[in-house]
Nanobody
Framework: QVQLVESGGGLVQPGGSLRLFCAAS????????MSWFRQAPGKEREFVAA????????YYADSVKGRFTISRDNAKNTVYLQMNSLKLEDTAVYYC????????????????WGQGTQVTVSS
């Protein structure tokens, strides 16, 4: 029933930018904390950013703070991740996740996940 569909990934050069999209359906979008996680080969799924129900509060991993911005449009059931000043270490599959409880930066706490979109930063 619940679907989260990511898009916007691709290949970019170091220092470049990408904007990721997550379209949600089958859930009460405005009653879910939304987040982005990423997973590089051989590594655990890593928290990137989260945003509260109405978008007032945002949270970022130290590794992306100042470079990435999470936002949401509840009228469109969409969450975004604007990624600027991309680095090689940002290369990963990026996942959208939803949690109808509250804030968490732990992947195991999230109820719903998208299929992921690949972001590759390479020169």
């Amino acid at each position: 029933q619940v679907q989260l569909v990511e898009s916007g990934g691709g290949l970019v050069q170091p220092g470049g930018s990408l904007r990721l999209f997550c379209a949600a359906s089958g859930l009460t979008f405005s009653r879910n904390y939304m987040s982005w996680f990423r997973q590089a080969p051989g590594k655990e799924r890593e928290f990137v950013a989260a945003i509260s129900w109405g978008g007032r509060n945002t949270y970022y991993a130290d590794s992306v703070k100042g470079r990435f911005t999470i936002s949401r449009d509840n009228a469109k059931n969409t969450v975004y991740l604007q990624m600027n000043s991309l680095k090689l270490e940002d290369t990963a599959v990026y996942y959208c996740a939803a949690r109808p409880v509250g804030y968490s930066d732990h992947a195991n706490d999230y109820d719903y996940w998208g299929q992921g979109t690949q972001v590759t930063v390479s020169s």
